[in-house]
């Protein structure tokens, strides 16, 4: 590598973590102030930059939400994968699995309330600002692991018998992951509204959801 060639590499790569310090920023400030109350001064003094280094990454606010929202994806639920990858998962039958990973929504109720809180902003804020199908075609990539570890173990149950063979992957996933995320959005969100609502706790109404969702497709 000639030095010009260097040069620019390292150029290239400073420049990247300035952009991903920014981003880090944007989550933090967007946690706190939620995304439409936060200006681009604001994640720019969080980020120790001037806002017009802000503007140079990111060029409106809803690029930098989109970015954002793929950041805080990758920080929150990556490191709930990790638990997907161990023996005592993967030895599993495929019922069994499956239902091991919908639990990672009582995880994200319990444990990720600000992420939850988070995707219902960032859902409403798409729609405020009507950001096309195209700019979001990133965050759905970074969201699609879910996706592909339930159909995993969905063909899993399916070959082993724990699992019914005329179940639809698409539209079991897309129902339960909808169902599930909605319902904790709804408790972490709203809370208690009306005084029945405390009857049951929230863990419980999740638990509900997944043992119908599981109880449904079992062979």
Known sequence: MDLKTKRKKELFEQKERR?????????????????????????AEKAEVGVASVYRYFKTKPDLAVEVAIK??????????????KDNINNLIGIE????ILNVFVNLYNNHKDFVRFLEEFDNYVIKEQIPSEK?????????NLKNIIFEALEEGKVDGSIRSDIDNEVFYITVSHSLMTL????????????????????????????????????
Request: aromatic fraction near 8%; charge should be negative; hydrophobic fraction near 40%.
């Open 97 to 100: 699995k499956l239902k091991t």
């Open 19 to 43: 952009k991903d310090e920014v981003i880090s920023a944007a989550v933090e400030v967007f946690k706190e102030k939620g995304i439409e109350n936060s200006k681009m001064t604001d994640i």
């Open 184 to 219: 904790a959005q709804k408790l972490i969100l709203r809370g208690n509204i009306l005084k029945s609502d405390s009857d049951v706790s929230g863990e419980s109404q999740i638990n509900l959801i997944i043992d119908m969702a599981v109880n449904y497709i079992q062979n």
């Open 72 to 85: 805080f994806w990758d920080m929150e639920i990556n490191s709930i994968y990790t638990e997907f990858d």
């Open 136 to 144: 979001l075609e990133n965050y759905e990539k970074s969201i699609i």
